[in-house]
């Protein structure tokens, strides 16, 4: 089955810098890669995804890259703010079948 | 329109008790998956149901059973409760048909003492 390894597992940053958060995948048929924000007491919600046919997605302040040759995407979020502390989770899934999700980022912002 | 609904919030449950949870998907979504998370292993698949029939499965034993309403609702059910089943169980529910994200629930809090 698919394995998605996620990096790193926390990461710290100060308010107004940018913070990148990695996955890989080893399923080349993955087709849906979708990135979620949980937040303490709540379950995850979904922020942006991208489907294989596109490299790249952005939405206000959060960007999705996709490499599909290095079977890698990665979550950019520019202008942190202190609200955006959170646990990220990356995921993978291949028609028809479960989504496999990566461990985890616990993201803090300092302000 | 109204989220993922999980009941109850919290839960507690004494070694070899069985429990059931529920869960309402958002209305029209006729998927629904159901993961347990803990600490140390993350999001766990456990398994997922569409049209009352189940899609997939997760590496789980057999006393972690689910089941899905012609209303789309959900049950998951797990017998002979062991402290190690003590997690956040989360319910997400989608559209079903093609490539969509999760919509999740709160989830359950369940602990076994």
């Known amino acids: 089955g698919e394995n998605v390894e996620q990096h790193p597992s926390t990461l710290s940053v100060q308010e107004g810098d940018s913070a990148v958060i990695k996955c890989t995948y080893s399923?080349?048929?993955?087709?849906?890669f979708p990135w979620y924000k949980q937040e303490l007491g709540k379950g995850p919600q979904l922020i942006i995804d991208?489907?294989?046919?596109?490299g790249e997605k952005k939405d206000q302040r959060i960007a999705v890259t996709l490499n599909k040759t290095a079977k890698h995407f990665s979550l950019h979020i520019t202008e942190t703010q202190p609200e955006d502390s959170a646990v990220y989770f990356c995921?993978?899934?291949?028609?028809?079948?479960?989504?496999?999700f990566g461990t985890g980022t616990s993201l803090t912002v300092i302000p | 329109k109204a989220g993922v609904t999980q009941t109850p919030r919290y839960l507690i449950k004494t070694r070899g008790q069985q429990v059931t949870l529920s869960c309402s998907p958002i209305s029209g979504h006729r998927s629904v998956s159901w993961y347990q998370q803990t600490p140390g292993q993350g999001l766990q698949f456990l398994f997922e149901y569409f049209s009352e029939t189940q899609r997939n499965k997760g590496n789980f034993p057999g006393r972690f059973s689910g089941r899905q309403f012609s209303n789309s609702r959900s049950e998951m059910n797990v017998s002979t409760l062991e402290l190690g089943d003590s997690a956040l169980y989360l319910c997400?529910?989608?559209?079903?048909?093609?490539?969509?994200?999760?919509?999740f629930g709160s989830g359950t809090r369940l602990t076994v003492v």
């Open positions: 399923d080349s048929a993955s087709n849906y």
């Open positions: 995921a993978a899934k291949v028609t028809g079948n479960q989504f496999y």
């Open positions: 997400a529910s989608r559209a079903g048909g093609g490539e969509d994200g999760y919509t």
């Open positions: 991208i489907r294989s046919n596109v």
